[in-house]
């Protein structure tokens, strides 16, 4: 029963890994940036498929420690582009 | 289908990091280094290091990417250096074969390994009961190999005043880092309030675990530091000046506390960093939690920067 | 009643799969940031919610399962914010 | 259960490469940083490696060389922070991160 995880984790890695061609294309930073943010969700939800089923309780720590940083280097770069400042609030 | 994980990690990370290497636009190299980070925590896994994949993860995930992209936007447009012509073609040969027989003589000498493989693995699992910690990595960190541990904590702390020592003169004293622009019912504001919390009690929970099972201080300081970090961005709280005597007592402490329970070994057991018989949990607790208040502003604080406001009077 | 439970987390990951296919179909095939950033967000509500119900049962203790479903809340916190504040700075540049 | 990945082995070896030969020609010293990071994370995955072949039964791998991954990479993080504020200094000050003696720049 660990077959079908381990090959949807596969999967879920190859089609995110063929989304970065975006970060090679940009042609925005915001563009490259989010293919990282795909390549983000990919790994915690191969992470999870092929940790989870084998009984490996750390892949969902490590999982947890993913996800509470995934908006980080996007909040980086808002910041950072002066994106922030002066918001209509 | 391991085999095939395996291999797709690998080659993708072969990629990403030539990728980060030869890309044209800076942006683009430091996306891709961000991606290659991400995929080194798959690795870790893929190689059985839990602590370690929690490590990258907290690292190369999160701080690592926020400190390249905001150096990079900065830096943009307005940096010559990015536009300095690259070495001609029969420099750049010559680096690419020089890097080309370092990498085949790493590669030879790691299929030369000698077999079976030296593992200290069974030593430490034989000596685990006395430090009564169930993390092998942890009983590392803090038994078997504490000065590591030790010299570490103080090369943080040293890297730190580095960055310090770059503050202007006329900055000195003064809050750390540049004011942070920041709409108190903003989107970032909103985020730092929900993120932050919930940040705080996985950092603690990771800390907490990893006398039993994989994480620790090293983990939980980073994911404290990165939630820090993020309500700092918000604008909701400021950096504090660097001339205050509580941060400076905090940095020093969890060096100072390892050192002294150090020398109490020395005197107690008989060699510097040795614990005395029954006292080695308590005592290994004692250096955990002295350390992560150290770490967390450390990590946090390199990335703030060093004073760059005039002190207020 | 097992077999039952165990179709169901397959067809759970399966279509978890398939969101991310979508999503990156969308990322390379829209065509401006704006578009790009909706594709991304199905996968991450869907493909990685889908992925995570379907790991449920999987699970092992309760304990686990709160972890995996935090894991979830926290991809579409993440999600959202880095969709509104990433369109903020797009939306400010003229479109390319 | 103790053979080494060949992928994890042979891989790194190339990032070191790679890494090296972007040290030696890029003019910016932002991508010279990275490209030392690409270098630092090969030998970190070597070390991971060679950790992994030390399995011993019951654990996956050689716990020594994993703790001093950890605080390898912890140092690492801090030093590339240093360098990054080094660089951004540079930049303040003198308007560009360029390495060249000044008028040949």
């Keep these: ?89 | 289908m391991i085999d095939a994980l395996n291999a797709g990690i690998a080659l993708l990370l072969l990629a990403l990091g030539a990728y980060a290497v030869m890309a044209k636009d800076v942006f683009a190299a430091l996306v891709g280094y961000i991606a290659y980070g991400l995929l080194l925590t798959l690795a870790w896994m893929q190689l059985r290091g839990p602590d370690v994949a929690l490590t990258e993860a907290a690292i190369g995930g999160g701080l690592t990417g926020a400190m390249l992209i905001a150096a990079a936007t900065r830096l943009r447009d307005r940096d010559a250096a990015a536009r300095a012509p690259m070495p001609g073609i029969g420099a750049r040969v010559l680096a690419a074969t020089l890097s080309a027989v370092v990498a085949s003589a790493v590669a030879w000498s790691v299929a030369s390994l000698p077999e079976p493989a030296a593992t200290l693995a069974p030593q430490t699992l034989a000596a685990m009961p006395a430090l009564e910690v169930g993390n092998p990595v942890t009983a590392v960190l803090l038994g078997f190999r504490a000065l590591d541990t030790l010299l570490e904590a103080i090369v943080v702390v040293l890297a730190l005043i580095g960055v310090w020592s770059l503050a202007p003169d006329k900055a000195w004293g003064g809050r750390l880092g540049r004011l942070q622009h920041a709409q108190p019912d903003g989107m970032l504001a909103y985020a730092a309030r929900i993120l932050a919390p919930i940040g705080i009690v996985i950092g603690m929970y990771i800390f907490w675990i990893g006398a039993d099972l994989p994480g620790g201080k090293f983990q939980g300081a980073t994911l404290l530091a990165a939630m820090w970090l993020l309500v700092w961005m918000a604008g909701l709280t400021d950096a504090p000046a660097v001339d205050r005597r509580w941060l400076r007592a905090m940095l020093v402490a969890g060096p100072l506390a390892f050192v002294a329970i150090g020398v109490f070994g020395a005197v107690q057991a008989g060699a510097f960093l040795a614990y005395p018989a029954g006292l080695a949990k308590p005592l290994i607790i004692v250096i955990e939690i002295a350390l992560m208040p150290t770490l967390t502003l450390v990590l946090a604080l390199v990335l703030v920067g060093p004073p760059l406001r005039e002190p207020e009077r | 009643m097992d077999a039952v439970v165990d179709f169901m987390s397959i067809v759970a990951i399966v279509a978890g799969a398939a969101f991310f296919a979508a999503g990156t179909i969308g990322l390379l095939r829209f065509p401006d940031t704006m578009t790009r950033l909706h594709a991304l967000t199905k996968a991450d509500n869907l493909g990685v919610g889908l992925v995570i119900l379907g790991l449920l049962p999987r699970a092992g203790s309760i304990t686990a399962g709160i972890k995996l479903l935090l894991v979830w809340l926290l991809v579409l916190f993440a999600g959202a914010i880095v969709s509104q504040l990433v369109g903020r700075v797009a939306s400010r540049e003229p479109p390319r | 259960m103790t053979a080494l990945p060949l992928w994890f082995a042979l891989v790194p070896a190339a990032l070191i490469g790679v890494g090296l030969y972007g040290i030696v020609v890029h003019p910016q010293p932002l991508r010279k940083l990275v490209s030392f990071n690409v270098v630092g994370s090969g030998a970190f995955l070597l070390f991971g490696a060679v950790a992994r072949r030390g399995a011993a039964v019951p654990l996956n791998g050689d716990p020594v060389p994993q703790a001093l991954l950890i605080t390898g990479i912890v140092v690492a993080f801090c030093a590339s922070a240093l360098a990054v504020m080094l660089i951004l200094q540079l930049h303040d000050r003198s308007g560009d991160t360029s390495l060249e003696p000044a008028g040949e720049a």
Excluded at chain 1, 63 to 68: C, K, P, Q, R
């Design chain 1, 1 to 89: 029963m660990t077959f079908v995880p381990g090959a949807a984790a596969l999967f879920i890695l190859g089609m995110v890994a063929i989304g970065l061609l975006r970060a090679l294309r940009g042609p925005r930073d915001a563009d490259r940036l989010l293919s990282v943010q795909l390549l983000g969700t990919g790994a915690i939800a191969a992470l999870l498929l092929y940790g989870v089923p084998s009984g490996d309780a750390s892949a969902i720590d490590v999982a947890l420690t993913l996800a509470l940083l995934a908006a980080f280097a996007s909040i980086a770069f808002v910041k950072a582009a002066g994106g922030y400042d002066d918001e209509p609030s």
